[in-house]
């Protein structure tokens, strides 16, 4: 064959045609019947329906501009078909909502449950006409072979809430209620509050603004507007500008289970013919709820609420200035009455002879020491030589002295010890031994170190605590802000833990009544700070004019400690406000850290005033303050309920107490070494059972075994009582410790014949009593995250002072003034010593 020839064969066997393949039959088309039925408000009607037939109800309702009625569609399925439930479909102006019964609603785990009986609300679209006709139509379907139903539509009386007025009524999770609000003219914000004497079942709160469709049902309810978990009370402050139509929707919605709320889950026990995946029938789940809608306080509540804070802490300010200008006068009043007598004597105060009751029989030899490091009792070892050949001579310089402090030789007595009295070389370190160890110390043997280096260790404090700030305060701020946007942004104001009753917003910020409180540690932690410069310069002066009361007598001045304290106090401030921000389990750190540190900085500086030489180091203070906020997190976050951790940390607790009273009791001269337990057996041996004999430092060993008897009460009671506020718990150990020291320096003080002068007098009882009040504010605990935040809520209460200021932020104004007070009394408590000569000072 021709390739032409077979070619052409080739094109026409592919171009021809394929076999036709079978075609489908066309099958015969089910039709299902449709039944329209004119439909009337307020009438039941029962029904049924099957796959084959399509039910719709048509509606229609007359609605005017000024006035807004509700709609709402019940129905109840009364056959048994779980597998082909029947659907409603509401089809309206402007939305389409669609449901079906059995409701199927999920719970946690992905737990299903089931409603036979379901309503819902339809949402009403403005309408621009002074009257307009609308139609709506209920369509009712199901693959179901047969199915009977009830379905009732009514009108919603008193669906608009009125101002100020409470309105009753009732919900589960498959029926919902919502309102409508409208503001009125010239209220700019107003809040929501819904109470209910039942705490449970649980439910939620939603804010929304007039859109349709409206979220509410359990699983959908938060997709917009603002939303509150709830148990007996909730309430949410809405402003106007948030809805441009000038009105919102208030949904109520029943949730299926109570975990949100802190309530249990439900337990429903399987049979054996039972599936784990089908759904559950709750009954019984409904809450009666009370809402009502108030007025907010206005702007110039908040002007004068500014006014008012500003107010309380200037004064301060105020009052400080005239007390100085007082005292300013009366120094001038005495020096000329000085100048003009002629007689530029010190201060003779009082007799400084050594009461009995204080030291008892003073033997010749006051000079005995005991210490671990060297392994012997007090009593039964003396120092020699010089060291114990005199009297002991106490006094204030009077004009007996006053020729010998002019030319500034030391006094000659046991409690000064001359340069030439050892060997700078090869025995100083002996020295510090025996120095350290006597029996009754003074302060001129604790403040032998020279005062520029002392001032640059004190200093530190200072530095360190502001670096400290800085680095702390940075991503605080940064992590509070984008907590409150996320409040701001998804609605969900489950995440902080205020006062809902009494959180008054401004701009983004949620409660700026919370914050603007705390304005008290700013303003006074800088006053303090201004004093505490005042004193500095005024000391340095005496210093350069070789004054010989700044140079001889009184506690030796340094003024780091003050300044960190007077820091961390504004810290206090600034951190306490970016807590109340949004305050709730994550971040409360940011409250109580610096707390810690003032209480640890004002037992560093009570025990600074006898002791300046063995101080601790900032270095170490802040390690220590470090390791007690670490406990603190960790308590929080794992405290709860954990045995092994209470163990652990009432070990620690208790351990850390009997290394700080070692220490305290033998002035640092203690080694902590293999051979510790040795030496412990030697000193009980020696003193306890050779000849028993009492403490050589008793009211040191008085204060520290009260000390013990408190830490180990303390340890033990969170070791059985584990406190759910871990925190407030580490907060108390401190303040405790620090006011059993304060007691003892008091007490010890007038006993050592020294006395107390009016400023500081005052400044000790106004601070009680501030403090006493400030502490009945603060355990009024108006919210708790230690608590779900259904729960939390029912603690909050109304303001208390001008509208704006809750408990919590009176708590904020009285411990602020009683801090600041605090720290006036540690800087005035030794003033009546600025003319006593260091060796005439008692150390305790």
Request: charged share 15%.
């Amino acid at each position: 064959m021709p390739p032409a020839v077979l070619a052409w064969a080739l094109l026409l066997g592919v171009l021809a045609p394929l076999p036709a393949l079978p075609q489908p039959q066309p099958q015969p088309q089910q039709r299902r019947r449709v039944q329209e039925k004119e439909a009337t408000f307020d009438r039941t009607y029962s029904d049924w329906v099957d796959a084959d037939l399509l039910n719709i109800y048509a509606f229609n309702h007359t609605v005017l501009r000024n006035r807004t009625e509700g709609v709402r569609v019940s129905v109840n399925v009364l056959s048994d078909h779980k597998d082909l439930p029947v659907l409603f479909v509401v089809r309206q102006k402007e939305a389409v909502v669609s449901f079906q019964v059995p409701l199927i609603l999920r719970g946690l785990y992905q737990r299903k449950y089931a409603y036979q009986e379901v309503s819902r609300t339809l949402c009403q679209p403005q309408s621009k006409a002074e009257v307009e006709t609308q139609h709506f139509y209920v369509d009712v379907s199901t693959l179901s072979l047969n199915a009977s139903y009830q379905l009732r539509v009514t009108r919603v009386e008193n669906f608009v809430l009125r101002t100020n007025e409470a309105f009753s009524f009732n919900a589960t999770a498959s029926q919902p209620q919502y309102f409508k609000y409208e503001f009125p003219e010239g209220v700019d914000s107003v809040i929501v509050k819904v109470t209910s004497a039942m705490a449970f079942p649980c439910s939620v709160i939603s804010i929304q603004d007039i859109l349709c469709p409206v979220y509410d049902l359990d699983n959908n309810v938060a997709f917009i507007g603002m939303y509150q978990t709830m148990t007996k009370k909730a309430a949410i402050t809405v402003q106007k500008k948030d809805f441009p139509s000038n009105s919102f929707y208030v949904v109520v919605v029943v949730k299926t289970e109570d975990e949100a709320c802190g309530g249990a889950l439900p337990y429903y026990p399987l049979s054996k013919h039972t599936s784990p995946d089908e759904p559950v029938d709750q009954h019984n789940r409904q809450k009666m709820l009370e809402v009502m809608v108030s007025p907010a306080i206005t702007s110039e509540a908040y002007v004068s609420s500014m006014l008012f804070c500003l107010g309380i802490f200037l004064s301060f300010y105020v009052l400080t200035l005239l007390i100085a200008c007082w005292e300013s006068c009366r120094q001038q009043k005495r020096k000329g009455l000085l100048a003009a007598m002629d007689s530029p004597s010190l201060d003779t105060g009082h007799s400084r002879s050594i009461p009995e009751s204080f030291l008892g029989h003073v033997p010749y030899d006051t000079y005995g020491y005991g210490s671990f490091e060297n392994g012997s009792s007090g009593s039964t070892e003396a120092a020699s030589g010089s060291l114990g050949s005199a009297e002991v001579s106490y006094g204030y310089v009077g004009e007996r002295s006053l020729e010998n402090v002019a030319g500034r030789p030391r006094l000659d007595s046991l409690s000064s010890v001359e340069e030439d009295d050892y060997d700078t070389l090869a025995d100083i370190d002996y020295d510090k031994n025996v120095i350290r160890t006597k029996q009754y110390l003074c302060v001129a043997d604790l403040a032998r170190k020279d005062k520029r280096v002392l001032r640059k260790k004190y200093q530190i404090y200072f530095w360190n605590i502001a670096t400290i700030a800085v680095f702390y305060a940075l991503p605080v701020i940064q992590l509070v802000i984008t907590y409150q946007t996320v409040v701001n942004v998804t609605g969900n104001q489950d995440i902080c833990y205020y006062n809902f009753l009494c959180a008054h917003p401004l701009g983004n910020l949620s409660a700026f009544n919370n914050i603007l409180s705390n304005l008290g540690y700013v303003l006074l932690g800088l006053l303090f700070l201004l004093i505490i410069l005042q004193r500095e310069i005024n000391y340095n002066r005496a210093l350069m004019r070789n004054d010989t009361h700044a140079l001889e007598c009184g506690i030796p001045k340094h003024f780091g400690l003050f300044y960190a304290m007077g820091t961390a106090l504004m810290m206090e401030g600034l951190l306490s406000a970016c807590y109340h921000v949004c305050p709730n389990y994550t971040n409360f750190q940011f409250d109580t850290s610096f707390m810690y540190m003032i209480a640890g900085l004002c037992m560093l500086k009570l025990y600074q005033k006898r002791h300046p030489d063995i101080n601790a180091s900032a270095y170490s203070a802040y390690a220590c303050l470090a390791v007690v906020i670490f406990f603190s997190v960790v308590g929080v976050v794992f405290g709860k309920g954990n045995m092994a951790f209470w163990i652990v940390f009432s070990v620690i607790h208790i351990v850390a107490t009997l290394l700080l009273s070692t220490q305290l009791y033998y002035m640092g001269r203690w080694k902590l070494d293999s051979g510790i337990l040795r030496r412990i057996l030697h000193v009980l041996y020696t003193d306890c059972v050779r000849q028993c004999s009492g403490p050589m430092y008793v009211d040191r060993m008085v204060l520290l075994v009260m000390g013990n008897i408190i830490n180990w009460s303390l340890a033990a009671y969170g070791l059985i009582v584990h406190p759910n506020d871990f925190a407030s718990y580490l907060l108390a150990i401190g303040i405790c410790n620090l006011l059993l020291y304060f007691a003892f320096y008091i007490i010890m003080k007038l006993r050592s014949g020294e006395r107390i002068k009016l400023i500081p007098l005052l400044c000790i009882i106004g601070t009680s009593v501030v403090w006493g009040f400030a502490l009945f504010f603060f355990f009024q605990g108006l919210s708790t995250w230690q608590k779900t935040p259904a729960e939390s809520r029912e603690h909050n209460r109304d303001c208390i002072l001008l509208d704006f200021f809750d408990d919590h932020d009176i708590w904020h104004f009285l411990s602020s003034i009683a801090m600041f007070g605090s720290f006036l009394v540690l800087l005035t408590l030794d003033d009546d010593l600025d003319c006593v000569q260091r060796d005439k000072i008692y150390v305790f």
